[in-house]
């Protein structure tokens, strides 16, 4: 499980955001959780590691097998 610690602040057109939570309560997500699963797929697509907890690298890290 991820420490949810950090916070991240960005700036978004008004009726996008609106339009946003509208589809994320129809399925039953918070908008939290659907930003935080568009990250991991980011950094999953384009290689990059990073730790979920403290010494635990992700599965999809480059140089592990």
Do not use: N, W
């Not at 949810?4 to 700036?11: D, F, G, M």
């Not at 309560?25 to 908008?31: F, G, I, K, L, M």
């Amino acid at each position: 499980m991820e420490k949810k610690t950090a916070r991240l602040t960005l700036l978004i057109d008004p009726h996008k955001k609106q339009a946003f939570e509208r589809l994320c309560a129809a399925q039953d997500r918070t908008p939290s959780q659907v930003v935080r699963q568009m990250i991991r797929d980011y950094l999953r697509d384009h290689g990059v590691e990073y730790e979920t907890r403290p010494g635990l690298a992700t599965r999809d890290a480059p140089g592990r097998e």
